[in-house]
């Protein structure tokens, strides 16, 4: 499903050059729940941008359910991003303008899809997460769990190869973060791939495996107890 080989990346900040992975390799089965942690600055943000197609390793391969990230145009990137892999932010980035539906709808919507052929499906996802008595809300009428549970959905929205979720539960209470992470996991027990990254050790003990990144590199890949992946 994902496979990373010796993928490296380099900034340019002024004149000097800033490391921010080096050498990487690991791949994901498909149905996998993988859970990034480390130190701030330790390379997991970009890692979780180069999977995503949001910008490009300065060296290795990636590839994501046999298409490669690597190598191509901008275009062939877009349309990689926006049909392959489906993103969950820590500031859900709603559009304040839309609905509920309207917000989860808009992937397809910017693929051209007219919305009267996404309604069903949006408004399907929204009752598969909890809102489905929500659809025609806009986010400023909602809660921030509720705000995430639509991202989620848009997320979804695509039946995307791999969910990618950068923090999902970095802006919201405990509470509410238990809320967010059960959803996960049990969009991985229905058989979805998700790859997350995060800080908190409790968030990352509920997918099957969590890798560890130290100054750009791979310090531990390990099997959650309990889980079988």
């Known amino acids: 499903?994902?496979?990373?080989?010796?993928?490296?990346?380099?900034?340019?900040?002024?004149?000097?050059e800033i490391q921010a992975l080096h050498n990487i390799s690991f791949g994901?089965?498909?149905?996998?729940?993988?859970?990034?942690?480390?130190?701030?600055?330790?390379?997991k943000s970009t890692l979780l941008n180069l999977i995503g197609g949001i910008d490009q390793p300065s060296a290795?391969?990636?590839?994501?359910?046999g298409s490669p990230l690597h190598g191509i145009s901008d275009d062939e990137l877009t349309l990689?991003?926006?049909?392959?892999?489906?993103?969950?932010?820590?500031?859900?980035?709603?559009?304040?303008?839309?609905?509920?539906?309207?917000?989860?709808?808009?992937?397809?919507?910017?693929?051209?899809?007219?919305?009267?052929?996404?309604?069903?499906?949006?408004?399907?996802?929204?009752?598969n997460v909890g809102l489905g008595l929500r659809t025609d809300h806009r986010p400023?009428?909602?809660?921030?769990?509720?705000?995430?549970?639509?991202?989620?959905?848009?997320?979804l929205i695509t039946d995307p190869a791999v969910l990618l979720a950068d923090e999902p539960t970095g802006n919201?209470?405990?509470?509410?973060?238990?809320?967010?992470?059960?959803?996960?996991?049990?969009?991985?027990?229905?058989?979805?791939?998700?790859?997350?990254?995060?800080?908190?050790?409790?968030a990352a003990s509920f997918g099957k495996r969590i890798i560890r990144l130290k100054d750009g590199g791979i310090t531990e890949d390990v099997s959650v107890p309990g889980c079988d992946v």
């Open 28 to 43: 994901m089965e498909k149905g996998e729940f993988v859970s990034i942690m480390g130190p701030s600055g330790s390379g």
């Open 60 to 65: 290795g391969e990636i590839f994501i359910d």
């Open 172 to 202: 919201l209470d405990s509470h509410i973060s238990e809320e967010i992470l059960e959803l996960l996991k049990n969009l991985n027990q229905a058989g979805q791939t998700i790859v997350m990254v995060t800080h908190d050790a409790r």
């Open 80 to 127: 990689i991003r926006r049909r392959k892999v489906g993103f969950i932010f820590q500031f859900f980035n709603l559009l304040p303008i839309l609905t509920a539906e309207e917000n989860v709808g808009l992937p397809l919507l910017l693929d051209g899809v007219p919305f009267s052929r996404i309604k069903e499906k949006a408004c399907r996802l929204l009752e």
């Open 140 to 155: 400023e009428q909602l809660s921030g769990g509720e705000m995430q549970r639509v991202a989620i959905a848009r997320a």
């Open 1 to 16: 499903m994902i496979q990373v080989r010796n993928v490296s990346k380099t900034y340019l900040q002024g004149k000097q």
